[in-house]
């Protein structure tokens, strides 16, 4: 259900207020800040990656005692890997939970204050679920009145 000139523009002083009464809050509530910790968390999670890598290769250059070259070459996979889990865990989630009714349509935080744009609905991909196809059609039927 779309909101009507009236409603758009009382929504939009609403948020305009909250801008300028309390930037931080805003700021909190587009998501931007998590969005930035979730990139230091990822970049974070390549640099353990990387070490762990250079740890594996020291295991294997260094020719000396055989539960040395074991004990490191297991610390450089456990390392390895939990800078993998770090940067992907960041990637897929920027860090605050979100709603699946605005995960799916696409939309985060203020969509007024960020320039104005109208948001259009996604077209679905081809390789989307067939549940979720099926969602689309009956909304898109309920819009229509049919």
Known sequence: MELSEEELRLLEQMER??????????????G??????????MVLGGV???VGVALLIAAVLIGENQVVRTVMGVLGFVVMLGG??????????????????????????????????AHRPRRQRSGSPFMERMEERWRRRRERGF
């Open 17 to 30: 207020a909250l801008v300028e009464e309390d930037p931080k809050l805003a700021s909190t509530l587009r």
């Open 84 to 117: 993998a889990i770090l940067a992907l865990t960041s990637a897929r989630s920027p860090g605050h939970p979100v709603s699946p009714k605005v995960r799916a349509s696409g939309r985060s935080g203020f969509g007024v204050v960020d320039g104005g744009r």
């Open 48 to 50: 353990i990656l990387v």
């Open 32 to 41: 931007t800040s998590f969005q930035r910790a979730a990139r230091r968390r």
